[in-house]
């Protein structure tokens, strides 16, 4: 998340927190993609993690993004933490490992988001060349261990890097390790978030094989292709996972603000300040009872930023935020917004993916979950594999990019953005493993050419 929000309006009802989701509605001629994507920044001379500060440095770069942008720069304290386009609405920001991240702007159509990618790396690249540094795209670092990560200066992760070791195995490797590609999307009632929801839910299995990309551990095979989506889970179960829920009678705004609720806190802000009451209930801080700040009641803010530490793999903000895939080369990234936007833009490739799904038990998805990290086109659900239903729904993503006709200046529609999953799809193997074919054979069994071949 590039910055927290600042808007410091009491809250004094549980309505005021649905009302608050609820504008995230629009009419469908309204509806906007955006895409957030994060790369590894490496030293071309060793192959070895950027540091925040020094002349090499991350602190560096995002100065020199600054200069060249002229966008706002996000501070905490003397820190450079990231910055913000005031007029597009597109921001940089930081991962706790230095993972740099673009939050683009919400735009009309997936060749906008490319057109914004495009710019973004080559800016980024007009900085870092001089500074020796540069940027690899995969879902997990290759090499680097845990003690080789630099730490952000963010009081933010200071609080979560305490935390997460209490609730799970593999947080701090989350926070520090691993990059994603993410797609949000709108939706224009309650029902019709309802529908996306369950449905895009019910399918992310789909799209983390797709995008399956970090197959490597400190030099070595780690035994799944998608070493990323295993890590979530065993990080904190109590705000990440498939919600079940969401696919009862009843669900709605109100049944995720009751799920929002019960979901432990990191951090309150207030001013500079980030206080740490991690573990504590966001119920009990609504009703003034939070032991570590007694009499105290949220504001929006605290609301906006709660949201924003629940971690499931499809999350509702005021869209919805599609979480289950692996950053990857840079031609990869417009597909995952296009492979979505065909899905869920579209009514009839939308009610196509739900009959697929509908009958689903929430054990059967949680199965296919649990399974595609490892398994990836071969994971199954009933008697359909993964690579069945990829091939599916990219048939209903491209008929619904065809109907949209969201043309570029050559005339050409949104649907060329989705060769590169097509490509994985006709080969039948995901990207992991066509690293993995690497490693075993042109590579001889090193990490290291991942670095030249696919640094952006």
């Not at 989506?229 to 995720?256: C, H, K, V």
């Not at 971690?311 to 869209?319: D, N």
Request: glycine residues 8%.
């Amino acid at each position: 998340m590039a910055r927290d929000q600042i808007d410091m309006t009491p809250i004094e009802s549980r309505d005021e927190l649905v009302a608050w989701l609820e504008k995230g509605c629009k009419p469908k001629s309204q509806f906007r993609v955006g895409t957030e994507h994060e790369k590894f920044a490496f030293l071309i001379e060793d192959h070895r993690p950027v540091p925040y500060a020094g002349r090499r440095s991350i602190r560096s770069l995002l100065e020199g993004m600054h200069d060249l942008l002229g966008w706002e720069p996000i501070m905490e304290g003397e820190n450079i933490i990231g910055m913000f386009d005031v007029t597009g609405g597109g921001a940089i920001s930081l991962e706790p490992g230095g993972q740099f991240e673009l939050s683009g702007a919400p735009v009309d159509n997936v060749h906008q988001t490319a057109s914004e990618l495009f710019s973004h790396l080559a800016q980024v690249r007009e900085v870092a060349k001089p500074l020796g540094i540069g940027f690899l795209g995969l879902g997990m670092t290759p090499n680097w261990s845990r003690a080789d990560m630099p730490v952000m200066p963010k009081g933010r992760y200071r609080i979560m890097t305490n935390y997460m070791p209490k609730v799970g195995k593999y947080g701090l490797d989350m926070m520090y390790r691993t990059c994603t590609v993410q797609a949000n999307l709108d939706f224009s009632s309650e029902a019709d978030m309802v529908r996306k929801l369950r449905v895009s839910l019910a399918l992310q299995p789909v799209a983390t094989a797709l995008f399956a990309n970090s197959p490597f551990t400190e030099c070595k095979p780690n035994g799944f292709l998608s070493m990323r989506s295993q890590i979530w889970t065993d990080t904190d179960n109590q705000r990440a996972g498939m919600l079940p829920w969401a696919f009862e009678d009843g669900m709605g705004f109100e049944a995720y603000v009751d799920y929002a609720l019960d979901v432990p806190m990191y951090f309150v802000k207030r001013g500079d300040e980030y206080i740490d009451v991690s573990g504590k209930s966001f119920r009990d801080f609504f009703a003034g009872k939070l032991d570590t700040m007694p009499g105290e009641r949220p504001t929006i803010s605290d609301w906006a930023n709660h949201l924003s530490t629940i971690f499931p793999e499809v999350r509702l903000k005021r869209y919805l935020e599609m979480r289950g895939e692996d950053a990857g080369p840079w031609r990869r990234l417009p597909s995952l917004s296009a492979y979505w936007v065909g899905l869920l833009y579209d009514d009839e490739a939308l009610d196509a993916c739900w009959d697929i799904v509908k009958d689903w038990t929430a054990e059967e998805r949680q199965k296919l979950r649990n399974d595609v990290p490892q398994r990836g086109f071969r994971a199954e659900i009933g008697k359909t594999n993964v690579l069945t239903l990829a091939q599916e729904t990219m048939r209903l993503a491209r008929r619904g990019l065809q109907k949209r006709q969201r043309l570029d200046r050559n005339g050409r529609d949104e649907t060329r953005y989705l060769r590169p999953l097509e490509e994985s799809i006709a080969r039948g193997i995901t990207p992991a493993e066509e690293l993995l074919e690497k490693y075993f054979n042109e590579w001889n069994g090193s990490v290291d050419p991942i670095f030249s071949e696919y640094a952006y």
